[in-house]
T-cell receptor, first 113, second 112 residues
Framework: GDSVTQMEGPVTLSEEAFLTINCTYT??????LFWYVQYPGEGLQLLLK?????DKGSNKGFEATYRKETTSFHLEKGSVQVSDSAVYFC????????????FGQGTRLTINP | DAGVIQSPRHEVTEMGQEVTLRCKPI?????LFWYRQTMMRGLELLIY????????DSGMPEDRFSAKMPNASFSTLKIQPSEPRDSAVYFC??????????FGPGTRLTVL
């Protein structure tokens, strides 16, 4: 079935470090891909998305490129801040007509000053 | 525009009691989702509705759980009787067709 696998956490970095959180997926058809972020005590918020191969989603300095050949959607940021500390979820929606999201297990990120 | 509203934000109850969680979706959204988040199992979709009709309830763990959506602006998730293993954060989310899901702040449920 459809699934999303994220890199194991937790991840701890120093401020201004480069961030990569790996995400790979298994899906039939042509899924849309998402990154959601959950700050402490809050619900999930959409961070960025990509709906077709080679699309790049970007927001708040974060980027992810939809790579169909490697079935990946890795999240990157060039210089992280303490305020980026949160849990990050990769997710897929199996087709345009579908509504269900399949989430990865989440990766907890802590940025130290 | 107000986001997804959930109540209560925190609920502490004793085993065997009935628990009702409430959700008000974003106005104009015709999809509503209920999720459960635990450390062990991560984020799980319990059920979702389209135009107030349940479409997929395959994630509902057992008969103790039920969900209703009597109108476009209100949904409930009920657990009766509650058990300690139901302790989790329950999220409601809403969306319009093919659009992004917007999550509420969640209800933290503790069953003693």
């Amino acid at each position: 079935g459809d699934s999303v696998t994220q890199m194991e956490g937790p991840v701890t970095l120093s401020e201004e470090a480069f961030l990569t959180i790996n995400c790979t997926y298994t899906a039939t058809g042509y899924p849309s891909l998402f990154w959601y972020v959950q700050y402490p005590g809050e619900g999930l918020q959409l961070l960025l998305k990509a709906t077709k191969a080679d699309d790049k989603g970007s927001n708040k300095g974060f980027e992810a490129t939809y790579r169909k050949e490697t079935t990946s959607f890795h999240l990157e940021k060039g210089s992280v801040q303490v305020s980026d500390s949160a849990v990050y979820f990769c997710a897929l929606r199996v087709s345009q007509g579908a509504q269900k999201l399949v989430f990865g297990q989440g990766t907890r990120l802590t940025i130290n000053p | 525009d107000a986001g997804v509203i959930q109540s209560p934000r925190h609920e502490v109850t004793e085993m065997g009691q009935e628990v009702t969680l409430r959700c008000k979706p974003i106005s104009g959204h015709d999809y509503l989702f209920w999720y459960r988040q635990t450390m062990m199992r991560g984020l799980e979709l319990l059920i979702y509705f389209n135009n107030n009709v349940p479409i997929d309830d395959s994630g509902m763990p057992e008969d103790r759980f039920s969900a209703k959506m009597p109108n476009a602006s209100f949904s409930t998730l009920k657990i009766q009787p509650s058990e300690p293993r139901d302790s989790a954060v329950y999220f409601c989310a809403s969306s319009s067709y093919t659009d992004t899901q917007y999550f509420g702040p969640g209800t933290r449920l503790t069953v003693l």
